[in-house]
């Protein structure tokens, strides 16, 4: 055996030494798991709302969308190779700035996105998809979903993800289903491929393309997550960056063929007008399949993101427990499956009560700023964090990546609305309030020591 050989079967065995959790997931299972959180709802449902915003040339936004996310996944890839444990972008906000505050704050943010995301897509589970097959109210069906995503979340980070592994071929299914039925509708002689090329007249492209980049960035958002479950990823300082990588070109090349096809199908407006704009496509193609199929899967392409949200909101929640800032009793794991079952109970019972206080695209735009702050957190993170020398290899992005990222985010935040921001504040007010309460019962506000909370 090599020296390099050694040393790697070091790393490996001195992070299975350092974790009560189990390190379950391989290289595919990680690259599977980033590419089904994002191939969820935002590609099934927002592709309307994109041409509304664009026009014809729904590719453009999305590959500027794809360049933004790839910015940040290089901070990712760095921090999560440097310290890999749970808890993410509050592990590298305590690591690069040294506060209890802003280490929480951070972290807050990104547990408020996941368990608000959850919340919009256990609503939109619950809706017109659903009632393609039952009509039930959508409050109670969302409560249920929500129980179900809870229930198979405790039961094991494997079995979660080996159910990720189906729900996600299904969702490539139907995506590259689209792109079939378009060059169908094609080689009929129906398409109209000029579209691709075509803006909104209303406004100037560069303007329709930065605002219509604001909504297909949510399609990207997803990938942060894996920076949460980097605690139960083997041998994570080798296969991360290529699952992550290798996930989000997969996803942007998916969605850019997909917004070619939906474009060269159907006209914008009947796109935007649309709540299902990927079913336009089906009926206009007219080749004998059904839209309850398709309904089917985008059903089961949203109970896909809403499992993998609320596995990343668990494992963020017990990772902030465990490191003194949220109750130490959210960092209980279950004996034998190892799985933190409190943190699990805690992130579903307010994702049930935020599914009760809005509509799903209030949901989303929340979501997307709280992510905002945390990818700028992050973005700066890397960068101070230079100067913490680790003791095994890791990733390392070029600086101008970090930088250029920030400037994304900075400029994606002036398109969010008035009432977006304040949501958006209220949610940052209330993790003030708990943070003060945990200072005053003595249960949050420590900071590990160093020798505790880094891999070697």
């Known amino acids: 055996m090599t020296d390099k050989q050694v040393a790697e079967r070091g790393d490996v065995q001195a992070d299975n030494d350092n974790t009560p ?11 599977l798991f980033i590419l089904g959180d994002m191939l969820g709802a935002g590609i099934y449902a927002l592709l309307g709302e994109i041409a509304g915003e664009v026009g014809g040339a729904l590719w453009v936004p999305l590959a500027l969308a794809l360049a933004m996310a790839l910015l940040t996944a290089a901070s990712y890839a760095e921090l999560v190779t440097k310290y890999p444990r749970a808890g993410g972008a509050a592990v590298f906000a305590r690591h690069a700035y040294r506060s209890p505050l802003v280490s929480f704050l951070v972290g807050f943010c990104m547990l408020a996105a996941g368990v608000t995301s959850a919340a919009g897509l ?19 069906a969302a409560l249920v979903f929500l129980l179900a995503v809870g229930a198979l979340n405790a039961r094991g ?4 993800l080996r159910a990720n ?10 995506l590259v289903l689209v792109i079939v039925l378009a060059g169908i509708v094609l080689g009929r002689g129906d398409g109209e491929p000029h579209r691709v090329l075509e803006f909104d007249s209303d406004t100037t492209p560069a303007l329709a393309v930065l605002s219509a980049a604001l909504l297909a960035y949510y399609s990207f958002v997803g990938f942060e997550t894996s920076a949460n479950i980097a605690e139960e990823v083997r041998d994570v300082r080798r296969v991360y960056p290529k699952a992550l990588f290798g996930s989000l070109l997969t996803a942007g090349v998916v969605y850019v063929l997909v917004g070619l096809a939906v474009s060269v199908v159907a006209p914008p407006q009947q796109l935007a007008e649309s709540s299902g704009p990927l079913l336009e496509v089906v009926s206009i193609a007219d080749v004998g399949i059904p839209d309850r199929l398709f309904a089917l899967i985008a059903l089961i392409a949203v109970a896909n993101g809403a499992l993998l949200t609320m596995i990343m909101a668990s494992r ?30 805690a992130t579903t019972a307010v994702a049930m009560v935020l599914s009760a206080t809005g509509s799903v695209a209030a949901l989303a735009e929340t979501v997307v700023l709280l992510l905002l702050f945390v990818f700028v957190s992050t973005n700066v993170a890397v960068l101070v964090l230079r100067r913490d020398r680790a003791d095994s290899d890791h990733f390392h992005a070029p600086t101008i990546l970090p930088v250029l990222a920030v400037g994304t985010c900075i400029v994606l935040m002036t398109q969010q609305s008035a009432s977006t921001w304040l949501r958006t504040a209220i949610l940052i007010g209330v993790g003030l309030v708990l943070y003060g309460l945990a200072r005053l019962t003595g249960t949050g506000g420590k900071q590990p020591s160093d020798d505790s909370d880094r891999l070697h």
């Not at 619950?126 to 009509?135: A, E, H, I, M, R």
């Not at 980070?157 to 979660?160: H, N, V």
């Not at 963020?316 to 109970?345: E, Q």
């Open 21 to 31: 959790l189990r390190r379950a997931i391989t290289g595919k299972l990680l690259f």
């Open 122 to 140: 256990a609503l939109a589970f619950s809706g017109d998809y659903l009632k393609s097959f039952v009509d039930v109210p959508t409050s109670a």
């Open 157 to 160: 980070i494997s079995e979660s």
């Open 165 to 174: 592994v189906v729900m996600t071929v299904v969702e490539v299914s139907g």
């Open 316 to 345: 963020l929640t017990f990772g902030m427990a465990r490191d003194g800032l949220l109750p130490a009793a959210l960092a209980k794991v279950l004996p034998r499956r190892r799985t933190p079952w409190t943190a699990i109970v």
